[in-house]
Structure formats: structure tokens, C-alpha cells
């Protein structure tokens, strides 16, 4: 897909989708195109904007979507999943804060219950336990220790 910026004969301007740019001709040619503003189907490719705006003009630039930093909706929803999914999973996990390492070895030694649990460790605690073939797995998401939350 691509992405064209059009203007009608009126000077509107909009954006077009597609397939490749000889879509963009043969669509315009059979009349396709039209504007979303007006329906006129006198469609010519909009000078291309600059890509960095000028220095002093800066404030007046329309501010660009998804331009840097925005990550696309579909990957937004996988992390949002994601990090549903995790709270999912701690609601049976207990949280044992700086304790983790230590609760962790427990659990895997047999010295306690086996239970879910989540805490903090520093990596070099967590790459010691990972040394000790103890499975741990980092959580995707920032989790806030229950005495932070109200
Ligand atoms: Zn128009």
C-alpha cells in the first residue's frame, strides 16, 4: 500500500490509499478518486509537504500523525493483551516484593508451598537464579507493589 496526499481542483486536501501507484492512475483516471470534501474527482498529487518543518515555523506546523514514536494500532492491542493477559495471570500469584529471590529458591528447594509468586530482584539476582535452574521469567509489564496502590 501506498500512500498518496491529494487535492481536489478545490484545493482540498485528503489522503489516498493504494495497491501501488498505478492503482493511484487508473483509479483517477476511471473518475474513483474523489474528494472526500466536496466528491470532485479533479484529483492531482498534493505537493509533497516538507519533511522537516522550517525553523521559526515550527509552532504553526500541524502537528504530524504517527510521525515517530506512535506504534501502530495492531501493536498496541497486542500489548494491551498482553498486559491484561499478565494481570490475569498475577491475580493468583502473590506478591513477595524484594523477598523474590529468596521465596524463589524456597519454592524450588522444597523448603515452602509451591505457589505463584512475583516480586522485585535485581538482575544479578535474577541471572543467579537463573544460574541455579531456578525458572523465573521477567514480567513484560511494570507491576506496582500492592503497599503503592490506593
Ligand atoms: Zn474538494
Known amino acids: 500500500m501506498i500512500v498518496y496526499d491529494l487535492s481536489c481542483d478545490a484545493g482540498h486536501r485528503f ?9 493511484y492512475v487508473s483509479q483517477r483516471e476511471r473518475r474513483l478518486v474523489a474528494c472526500p470534501q466536496c466528491g470532485s474527482g479533479e484529483i492531482e498529487k498534493a505537493p509533497m509537504a516538507p519533511a ?16 515517530g514514536g506512535v506504534i501502530p494500532p495492531e501493536a498496541a492491542a497486542v500489548l494491551k493483551k498482553l498486559a491484561e493477559l499478565q494481570a490475569e495471570a498475577l491475580k493468583s500469584s502473590t506478591w513477595v516484593g524484594e523477598d523474590f529471590p529468596e521465596q524463589s529458591r524456597a519454592i524450588h528447594y522444597g523448603e515452602r508451598e509451591p505457589e505463584p509468586i512475583h516480586g ?3 538482575r544479578d ?3 543467579a537464579l537463573i544460574e541455579e535452574g531456578i525458572t523465573i521469567a521477567p514480567l513484560l509489564f511494570p507491576v ?3 503497599e503503592e496502590l490506593n
Open 125 to 127: 539476582e535474577a541471572n
Open 52 to 67: 522537516v518543518p522550517r525553523k521559526g515555523n515550527r509552532q504553526s506546523e500541524p502537528k504530524q500523525t504517527n510521525a
Open 15 to 23: 489522503e489516498g490509499w493504494f495497491g501501488s501507484s498505478g492503482d
Open 144 to 146: 506496582a507493589p500492592p
Open 120 to 122: 522485585k530482584a535485581t
